[in-house]
């Protein structure tokens, strides 16, 4: 019984490979930051001491972790994370002995970008030259820290200019639970410590198309269709900004933005075509174009929301009320009579109902784009999605506007100032996106489309051709 | 001093035990899937060697991987993935000897279901049987394998014939944050390599379902509301069928559908009331209809969606708008009074409010089922919204339903052709479920059903009863 | 070559560190917790051992485990899951010599709060006093335990008496890619046991603000609205419960309820500043109400959303249809005009296109609140997205409604009964909101707040500031 219990220490040793002696780091600095991953490291299984100047009174820290004074915390492992300040890192300079050949993880962010001349896991090394610095977890917030990763907070970027010390902050922070990016060499601080400082990069470029847009148009329709009117009959319609000249403005920049979403990947086909195959890069702007699709779509349907609520609310507006009294008052006052239009109730139930199927599966592909939505579609559904669904959204859309222009474009009262009105405007991108998707649907078009996504290339003879598919 | 740093350097060894020498994987092919997975591995802690037959020619690897030729890299590891298409799988018979015994991972897939008479790994492990071919990781696309896994993306498939070879797989899976589920023996093959070739597989009998209940419905309306007016007074009422008769399928299906959603849970309650235990199997259709209830439910609240839509856009269809002027011009010049109804005033109040109230727990209900919120919920927080909010919103909606319908039905002109107006069909399945759920809900059936869930059988006697609960 | 293949051997087993003897588990309890916590430690790499009263009996067990009876299991392994209902516990008496020094987790819930005197695991703990009790695991559903940790059921909670077992418990809890939360010593227990039977807790507090600031109006306006027509003017309008009333209820309570998320942080920010430090904690009641942001922000989304459905349907109302045509007759048979009025129209559409913006971005508060997707948002991101954009949509939800009221605050006939209607009293908390929030944006004060929130302390002297903030 006794021999056999004895077994049972050392399996239980063995299970435990977490609290052996050697798994030891350090942590410098009490702040946020320092207790946060001192206890995502502790419940990773390390043991954790905190370096702090007046270790007796750190307060707050995590359970199971001990503090001890920089020199001897620095002594207990070959791991130190450094949680402190960048205004703060002289006090490591006297601890030089004591850091020669350990790894410093250097976690540091700044107020603003280019606060400083160099970055700070730079300044960090050229103080402690001795040490192996190696920028990382600065992406990370305390919170997330304190968490534990999830799906999207997963990511920790490390970098640096040797192997094994970028390894060993590797398995740290693959045990935390984190997927560690290795991101060069320490020359690259500076982009990781700018990361944190980003707002939404990828949105900046659909949100300056909208922007640019929504200006573009709020401004040409104030002039065609307030401004003529006060000009041409001195009539006063500026309340018209608030509600009409909004609905209008609204579809036209989704209608145009979601076929700008829909653009790149037409171009990009367009490119494989003449050049034959997928190997060569995409010019850079389109690979941009490409990486913002999704935030383009997203935007596009926040106008077309905003679309369908202003257009719902109309019946409720003072102006559209007081017409429609106004029309049946005129109607008895001048004894005529209305006659039902079977064409009018086809052309206004059509465009409605194609407004209306084209805003649900504009919907459907918003939720779709969810990142837990999305991430729970496999490769094909997702592309079924986004591409079959995403080019049928637009076909709704853009039949919903032409159904909704009908024949006005005859009219030659509909060229005020010789401008166009607004929804002929809209229909420019959408069409031609689709009259391109359209080409390369064409089953010649769309074979060889699909053989070169397969590999082929044009031009390459049999023998190469066959090599690289075989090393694929 | 020195005797100290001797010791960090075996620390800093006992911390890394990732780069040691055995910890090597080899990978056969450096396309997308290859280089995809070979920087997940390096990511995960192992060394790579890339297997190429022009190992010279070879660019784009991730940093940290090395490259020989097929012999040479075959030679370094255990434990080979071979991503590599089927076609030229023939490289592999000369290296019959340096992959005896070795652990061969097959990751293709095809391109259709049955392209080939068999399984790719089971033609792998024909063309090499000394080797020990696993089936898996095939189900990933190049991107997960490069982000790594996320919350949907993190079951990996494997099968295979040795217990030790799946284990070893297992456990290269499991370091790369992937939890790996065993399939069973290599005959499974196919059913994995036909996996990434499924379309939405648990959307498929809901979107039969709301296909056919659709169909079926826009023909019964169509005959009975466009036709029968055309045939027996002559109208052309054609132009509905684009909002009025969409506004009446939607809802229909959408209120069936619901109730769909909710009828197989109630008939597993009856099956284990009858049956006295929870403990045998429920039939498979039943489990196949449990199974897609979410789908169900999310669907119906797609067409719910459309019918809000379709009624709020109602006044300014053309259609109303001139019937509504018609009524006034005709009170008018036939000069009568139109008196003020309360009971209609309270009549359309009530059934547009319930309508308010169903859908926006009907919305609730859908959001809830994302997967990122039902993951945030308990297991007792998740049924409350589903079971309780779910029976809630289905009263709610066919108490819309009737309201709407009101007394309609004693009037016999509703029966066109001897057939019930659409409402009311809609209406069969859902009074159903409810009753029979509120029979669920009497003390002493809800009493018997809750024992039975807890494990009690009917029919145990004491003894064998006591038991089964203590193995529990 | 023989050589190479031994030191495969080696290499493979150095890889599959999982399959060697000692990483063995017991699991006592076969029910649908221990199967599916089975399934789990298999696939995470331990051998498992059932333990059960009746080996022989054992059906649906995980492939890979084996089953023996509770004395021969409990000899296998050093940890030991107890996945027992707290009920069949004696069974464990008898083994006291086989788990002498080891360690049990309890897995067992109640069916309700208080059920019994004293916590399971401490129960256990009672019965078994030469092991090592360890609570834990028992927040976790088996659905959760056979598919996996996902993002928001990643968190196992652990509580027990002695370092070592919870080391142990925690090794295996990370290893199956939870991440295990020491909660304290084993009189915890009660705690967690408790947990799994909360419903919604961070949702109750918000839940009965919501429920009572809605009962409160409902009667203020039932009053007001309609027994002040039946008793002064003997009008029966109770039809007005239905749409009216809610639509005036909905508006009101969501507008108070944002205001009342946006609050707590603006108070937090005169404490500071007040306090002039950021170190002094929060009265508790202002943590309880700051912890409840997002839930009463969803809340008030509701009943935004609610208010929104209610206002679109109002044309399809028949009161409104009815009264419509009534004021066309009206003016007809009195032969008066109709003056169209360009500031009744600026005003109507003003606040409808306030309405309209202000509800699209609360839709957009209310996306970026999905875990999915305020996970994928920087903190940065995050912060400006709930801070900035929800102190937007709160100014435009305000001046909504200041110009839904317009000037009609001065007309005495507003106040009936000597009380003001329900929109004025919706006002309060939103414009002290905003009042404070403006206060606070001031440049001097905006900077001092800076300055605490970056760790400033007033009245501190330079010396030990500077102590304090190189320990950050």
New interface residues.
């Given amino acids: 019984m006794v021999e056999?219990?004895g077994n049972?220490k050392?399996?239980?040793v063995?299970?435990?490979?977490?609290?052996?002696e050697?798994?030891?780091v350090c942590v410098f600095?009490?702040?946020?930051i320092?207790r946060s991953l001192g206890l995502r490291l502790i419940?990773?299984?390390y043991s954790v001491i905190f370096g702090?100047?007046?270790p007796q009174t750190?307060n707050f820290l995590p359970?199971?972790a001990q503090v001890l004074g920089h020199v001897e915390a620095a002594?207990t492992?070959?791991?130190i994370f450094v949680a402190?300040?960048r205004?703060?890192y002289d006090?490591l300079v006297p601890l030089a002995n004591q850091l020669?050949?350990?790894v410093l993880v250097d976690l540091s962010n700044n107020l603003k970008k280019n606060q400083y001349p160099e970055a700070n896991a730079e300044y960090l090394q050229s103080l402690v030259p001795g040490a192996e610095v190696v920028k990382g977890f600065n992406?990370l917030?305390a919170?997330t820290l304190q968490n534990?990763p999830?799906?999207?907070?997963?990511?920790v970027y490390i970098c640096g200019d040797r192997?094994?010390a970028k390894?060993?902050v590797?398995?740290?922070a693959?045990?935390m639970?984190f997927?560690?990016?290795?991101q060069g060499s320490l020359s690259k601080s500076r982009d990781l410590e700018d990361f944190?400082?980003?707002?939404?990069p990828l949105w900046r470029l659909p949100m300056r198309i909208a922007t640019g847009l929504t200006a573009a148009l709020f401004f040409y329709l104030l002039i065609r269709d307030i401004l003529h009117a006060y000009i041409t009959q001195s009539k006063?319609i500026?309340?018209?900004v608030?509600?009409?000249l909004?609905n209008k403005v609204c579809p036209i920049v989704s209608l145009v933005m979601l076929a700008l979403c829909y653009l790149p990947g037409v171009l990009a086909s367009f490119l494989q075509l003449y050049r034959g195959t997928k190997y060569r890069p995409f010019p850079d702007w389109l690979d941009r174009w490409m990486l913002c699709r999704k935030q383009l779509g997203l935007l596009a349907l926040?106008f077309a929301?905003?679309h369908?609520?202003?257009?719902?609310?109309?019946?409720?507006?003072?102006?559209v009320?007081?017409w429609?009294?106004?029309?049946?008052?005129a109607?008895?006052?001048q004894n005529r009579t209305?006659e039902?239009?079977?064409s009018?109730?086809?052309?206004?139930?059509?465009y409605?109902?194609f407004g209306?199927?084209g805003?649900?599966l504009y919907?459907?592909l918003g939720?779709t784009s969810?990142?837990?939505?999305s991430?729970?579609?496999?490769?094909?559904?997702f592309s079924?999605v986004q591409s079959k669904l995403g080019h049928l959204t637009l076909l709704l859309c853009t039949i919903h506007t032409y159904l909704y222009g009908g024949i006005r474009f005859l009219n030659a009262s509909m060229y005020k100032w010789y401008s166009p009105p607004g929804y002929m405007l809209s229909l420019v991108v959408p069409t031609v996106v689709l009259l391109l998707k359209l080409f390369l649907l064409t089953p010649c078009v769309d074979r060889t489309i699909s053989r070169i996504r397969q590999?082929w290339e044009r031009g390459v003879n049999k023998r190469k051709n066959k090599?690289i598919?075989?090393?694929?």
């Fill in positions: 056999e219990r049972m050392s399996e239980s063995a299970l435990l490979p977490v609290s052996t050697c798994e030891r600095g009490t702040g946020d320092g419940q990773a299984g702090s100047r007046q750190c359970n199971g002594q492992a070959h791991l402190v300040q205004e703060h006090f020669e050949g350990k992406t917030s919170w534990g999830s799906d999207a907070n997963r990511q192997l094994e390894q060993e590797l398995a740290v693959t045990r639970g997927s560690a990016l290795d944190p400082l980003q707002l939404f006063d500026s309340f018209r608030m509600v009409s909004a926040g929301f905003l369908v609520l202003y257009t719902v609310i109309m019946p409720i507006r003072y102006h009320r007081f429609a009294t106004e029309r049946t008052v109607l008895i006052r209305n039902f239009s079977t009018a109730a086809w052309h206004s139930d059509s409605l109902s209306i199927l805003f649900g919907v459907l939720i969810l990142p837990s939505v991430n729970a579609l496999s490769w094909r559904e079924f590999g090599m598919k075989t090393v694929v």
